[in-house]
């Protein structure tokens, strides 16, 4: 993910290799893969693996919310801003 030094970018050139399985647990772990081989490829942008993983998975899920008519949940902007804000110490 070198070229890509931007999460959502990188994000976006990973997922179009293939369709995301619907089960929130292995999506997860496809995050939790996705966000250790972009912190290897973009080590100065985010302490740590946990924070792109966190941030990463958010991504999915707010895109999802976005463009799911059946998402149950609804994502506002302050909790979406909430929830990536607290895993970074600045």
């Given at each position: 993910?070198?070229p890509?030094?931007?999460?959502?970018?990188?994000?976006r050139?990973?997922?179009?290799?293939?369709?995301?399985?619907?089960e929130s647990?292995?999506?997860?772990?496809?995050?939790e893969?996705?966000?250790?081989?972009w912190?290897?490829?973009?080590?100065?942008?985010?302490?740590?693996v946990?924070?792109?993983h966190?941030?990463?998975?958010s991504?999915?899920?707010?895109n999802?919310?976005?463009?799911?008519?059946?998402?149950?949940?609804?994502?506002?902007?302050?909790?979406?801003?909430?929830?990536?804000?607290?895993?970074e110490?600045?």
């Amino acid at each position: 993910f070198t070229p890509f030094p931007l999460i959502d970018e990188a994000l976006r050139q990973f997922l179009a290799a293939f369709r995301l399985p619907g089960e929130s647990q292995k999506i997860d772990r496809l995050m939790e893969q996705f966000a250790f081989k972009w912190c290897q490829d973009n080590p100065t942008i985010v302490k740590s693996v946990d924070t792109a993983h966190v941030l990463a998975f958010s991504v999915i899920m707010l895109n999802t919310d976005a463009h799911n008519p059946m998402s149950e949940c609804v994502l506002t902007k302050e909790s979406f801003i909430e929830m990536n804000t607290s895993t970074e110490d600045s």
